[in-house]
């Protein structure tokens, strides 16, 4: 299947990419665009306003970032997926819901990415940040403290 | 790249019903939270970068969400003196804030040591909200990072409270 997000790779546009490869579509092929008219037939695109797959405000007014907005829909239940979406809601969002203060440095670490390396690059360079991240979790959850 | 240019500015304007007032409450939160400058009733703006320009498409998307309609323009003002206004609209803003953690810095130099430590970590948080959103840093800026520093670090002077060092 073909994404599409915008340019200029983010946390949660970058946490998304690796969820939608890793969990959702294995063969998946990104592009890049600047503007939402850019976006061809055929391909889903993530984390842009006036998509699906985006940022959403509930009705008590608290809003969702892409990443948790597509566990959602694609009903991955996977708790330390929910542990990595409220790492990328507060680097992304920053609106103090949860208390993870990794976030902060996860946002500095994607944001310089961003100013050394093409959006292909970083696909590459941030799936691995997140495999690792998702390891450290899954371990961190089966040991019940913090993996060494 | 989109480079941050001094002189350009992202722009949001919105329109929201009047009824309910909840989500106008939250739309207006959300931008305060994020520093903008108003420019009239429902039409903000803040420095044009990357970030941003996402900070206030979301915030539009939002408004869409809420039944309102909200559009986003990238702006430089016509002459010098509108951009100095709009700047020191928002350095005024963020002085305020500034003010406000010295003004508690201040307040809690009496407490005892683990109180001091305490209000110093409660007031960096502060000063971490309020850095997201300072994109003109006034003098203060530095003023209030140093009391907190200096809260946080001050030799007890509470006679006998103090602990001996090592």
């Given at each position: 299947?073909?994404?599409?997000?915008?340019?200029?790779?983010?946390?949660?546009?970058?946490?998304?990419?690796?969820?939608?490869?890793?969990?959702?579509?294995?063969?998946?092929?990104?592009?890049?665009?600047?503007?939402?008219?850019?976006?061809?037939?055929?391909?889903?695109?993530?984390?842009?306003?006036?998509?699906?797959?985006?940022?959403?405000?509930?009705?008590?007014?608290?809003?969702?970032?892409?990443?948790?907005?597509?566990?959602?829909?694609?009903?991955?239940?996977?708790?330390?997926?929910?542990?990595?979406?409220?790492?990328?809601?507060?680097?992304?969002?920053?609106?103090?819901?949860?208390?993870?203060?990794?976030?902060?440095?996860?946002?500095?670490?994607?944001?310089?990415?961003s100013m050394v390396a093409?959006?292909?690059?970083?696909l590459h360079t941030t799936?691995?940040?997140?495999?690792?991240?998702?390891?450290?979790?899954?371990?961190?959850?089966?040991?019940?403290?913090?993996?060494? | 790249?989109?480079?941050?240019?001094?002189?350009?500015?992202?722009?949001?304007?919105?329109?929201?019903?009047?009824?309910?007032?909840?989500?106008?409450?939250?739309?207006?939160?959300?931008?305060?939270?994020?520093?903008?400058?108003?420019?009239?009733?429902?039409?903000?703006?803040?420095?044009?970068?990357?970030?941003?320009?996402?900070?206030?498409?979301?915030?539009?998307?939002?408004?869409?969400?809420?039944?309102?309609?909200?559009?986003?323009?990238?702006?430089?003002?016509?002459?010098?003196?509108?951009?100095?206004?709009?700047?020191?609209?928002?350095?005024?803003?963020?002085?305020?804030?500034?003010?406000?953690?010295?003004?508690?810095?201040?307040?809690?130099?009496?407490?005892?040591?683990?109180?001091?430590?305490?209000?110093?970590?409660?007031?960096?948080?502060?000063?971490?909200?309020?850095?997201?959103?300072?994109?003109?840093?006034?003098?203060?800026?530095?003023?209030?990072?140093?009391?907190?520093?200096?809260?946080?670090?001050?030799?007890?002077?509470?006679?006998?409270?103090?602990?001996?060092?090592?």
């Amino acid at each position: 299947m073909k994404w599409a997000t915008r340019a200029g790779m983010h946390v949660d546009r970058a946490g998304c990419a690796w969820l939608i490869r890793r969990f959702i579509d294995a063969q998946a092929q990104f592009l890049f665009v600047t503007d939402p008219g850019q976006v061809p037939a055929h391909t889903t695109a993530f984390d842009m306003r006036g998509v699906d797959l985006s940022h959403h405000t509930g009705t008590d007014g608290a809003e969702d970032c892409s990443f948790e907005t597509i566990l959602h829909r694609y009903d991955l239940s996977d708790p330390v997926l929910w542990q990595l979406a409220r790492m990328v809601h507060e680097a992304d969002l920053d609106d103090e819901r949860y208390d993870v203060p990794e976030a902060r440095g996860l946002d500095t670490l994607i944001r310089g990415l961003s100013m050394v390396a093409t959006d292909e690059q970083n696909l590459h360079t941030t799936a691995l940040i997140f495999d690792g991240l998702y390891e450290y979790h899954r371990r961190a959850a089966l040991l019940g403290r913090e993996p060494a | 790249m989109f480079m941050a240019r001094a002189d350009s500015w992202v722009l949001l304007s919105y329109r929201l019903p009047r009824d309910p007032s909840t989500p106008r409450i939250t739309v207006w939160r959300n931008l305060k939270r994020l520093g903008v400058a108003q420019l009239a009733d429902a039409l903000v703006a803040l420095p044009a970068d990357a970030r941003t320009r996402e900070q206030l498409e979301w915030i539009a998307e939002q408004v869409a969400g809420f039944g309102g309609e909200a559009s986003i323009w990238l702006a430089r003002p016509a002459s010098l003196a509108l951009h100095g206004q709009v700047v020191s609209a928002m350095v005024a803003a963020r002085t305020e804030e500034y003010r406000e953690v010295l003004h508690e810095a201040a307040e809690a130099a009496g407490l005892e040591e683990r109180e001091r430590r305490r209000v110093a970590a409660r007031l960096n948080a502060k000063l971490r909200r309020i850095k997201r959103r300072d994109f003109f840093p006034p003098a203060e800026r530095d003023q209030a990072h140093a009391a907190v520093h200096a809260l946080a670090t001050a030799a007890d002077v509470t006679p006998g409270a103090g602990r001996a060092p090592r």
